[in-house]
C-alpha cells in the first residue's frame, strides 16, 4: 500500500496553508509548502534565495533570466522558473515515496497524477475576493488596496503558472477529490472534511 499524500491547491488568502498545516498536525504527518524551495535548491545545488522569487511564478518566454549555475540536474540555460519546478516535482515525487504527507500549491496534483503507488487526496480551497482581501488586510497589516492589488497578482501568477506546467484551469471544481469555499464554510469544518475523507481514504 502507498503513502497517502494529501495536495492542497489554493486562492491565495483562502487560509489554504493554515488548513493544510493543521490537517497534518491532526493525521501526524509532515506539511510542505515554502520549505519545498529550499530542499529544490539543495537537490540542484542553486541559491535558495533566487529560486525562491521564482516560486510559483511562470516567466515570460521572451524574457527570463536563465540559469548557469547548479549540478548536474539543473539543464543549463533554462528559465528559472522551469528549473525550480523541475526540482520540486522530483522532491514531491520522492516525499510521495517515502511519508504520507500534505503538500501545498506546487501543482503537486498534477504531478503525483501518475503516482500509482500513491494514495492521492486533491483538495482546492477558493474564497470571495472580499473576504481574501479582508484577510490579508488583518494578516499583513496593509491597506485595502494593497490588498486588492496583491490577491489579484497572486492569484493570477499562481493560474499562469498551473496552467503551463499542467495544461489545465488552475482551480477546476471538477479536477479535485475536495473543493471547498471558506468564506461558507468554517476552517474547523474544512479540516474535519479533509481528515475524515483521507482517513477514509487510508482505510
Not at 519546478?85 to 503538500?103: G, T, W
Not at 496534483?109 to 490579508?136: H, M, S, Y
Amino acid at each position: 500500500m502507498g503513502h497517502r499524500i494529501i495536495t492542497i491547491g489554493r486562492q491565495f488568502g483562502s487560509g489554504g496553508h493554515e488548513i493544510g498545516a493543521e490537517v497534518a498536525r491532526r493525521l501526524g504527518i509532515e506539511c510542505y509548502d515554502k520549505q519545498l524551495i529550499t530542499m529544490a535548491a539543495k537537490r540542484g545545488a542553486l541559491n535558495h534565495e533566487r529560486l525562491g522569487a521564482f516560486d510559483e511564478r511562470q516567466e515570460s518566454p521572451w524574457l527570463y533570466e536563465g540559469t548557469y549555475e547548479g549540478n548536474h540536474r539543473v539543464q543549463r540555460g533554462q528559465p528559472i522558473s522551469e528549473v525550480l519546478f523541475r526540482l520540486q516535482s522530483d522532491v514531491i515525487r520522492s516525499i510521495a515515496r517515502r511519508e504520507d504527507a500534505v503538500i501545498i500549491g506546487r501543482c503537486a496534483d498534477f504531478v503525483l497524477r501518475e503516482a500509482l503507488d500513491t494514495e492521492l487526496l486533491t483538495v482546492f480551497i477558493v474564497a470571495p475576493f472580499e473576504n481574501r482581501v479582508q484577510r490579508k488586510m488583518r494578516l499583513e497589516d496593509i491597506g485595502q488596496k494593497r490588498a486588492e492589488s496583491l490577491v489579484r497578482k497572486m492569484d493570477r501568477q499562481r493560474g499562469k503558472y498551473y496552467k503551463a506546467h499542467s495544461g489545465l484551469e488552475w482551480g477546476d471544481p471538477q479536477k479535485f477529490d475536495l473543493y471547498f469555499d471558506s468564506g461558507i464554510h468554517s476552517p474547523e469544518k474544512i479540516i474535519d472534511g479533509i481528515v475524515k475523507a483521507a482517513s477514509q481514504n487510508k482505510n
